[in-house]
C-alpha cells in the first residue's frame, strides 16, 4: 500500500520559516518525481516547486528565492524549506510523487496545513 504522509505544518508569524516534509511508504521513493502543491481556500492547486529523480529542483516564481525543496532518498523523504513567509503563503500543502514507465503512477499525500499569521 502506497503512503505519503507530510508534516511540519503549524501556525508562524510572517517572516518565519518552516520545514515541511514528505515521507513515502510502498513505492520505490528514489526513481519517482516529486512534487509540492499548495491550495488556499476558494483557490485552484498550484505547483510550488518540484525534484526530480537526479535531483534537479524547478520552481514557482513566487517560491523562488524563499523555498528551497530537497529529498533524502535514504530516508524515502522530500522536504520544502519555507522561510520568509508571508500571509499569502497560508493554505494546504501536498506532496505529490509522479513516476511514467509507460504505466502513469501519481500518488498524493492527505496535505499538512500552513498558517502565517501574526
Known amino acids: 500500500q502506497v503512503q505519503l504522509v507530510e508534516s511540519g505544518g503549524g501556525l508562524v508569524q510572517p517572516g518565519g520559516s518552516l520545514r515541511l516534509s514528505c515521507t513515502a511508504t510502498g513505492i520505490i521513493f528514489s526513481i519517482y518525481v516529486i512534487h509540492w502543491y499548495r491550495q488556499a481556500p476558494g483557490k485552484q492547486r498550484e505547483l510550488v516547486a518540484t525534484?526530480?529523480?537526479?535531483?534537479?529542483?524547478n520552481y514557482a516564481d513566487f517560491a523562488k528565492g524563499r523555498f528551497t525543496i530537497s529529498r533524502d532518498n535514504a530516508k524515502n523523504t522530500a522536504y520544502l524549506q519555507m522561510n520568509a513567509l508571508k500571509p499569502e503563503d497560508t493554505a494546504v500543502y501536498y506532496c505529490?510523487?509522479?513516476?511514467?514507465?509507460?504505466?502513469?503512477?501519481?500518488?498524493w499525500g492527505q496535505g499538512t496545513q500552513v498558517t502565517v499569521s501574526s
Open positions: 505529490n510523487a509522479v513516476h511514467w514507465d509507460g504505466n502513469d503512477y501519481k500518488y
Open positions: 525534484v526530480t529523480s537526479g535531483g534537479s529542483t
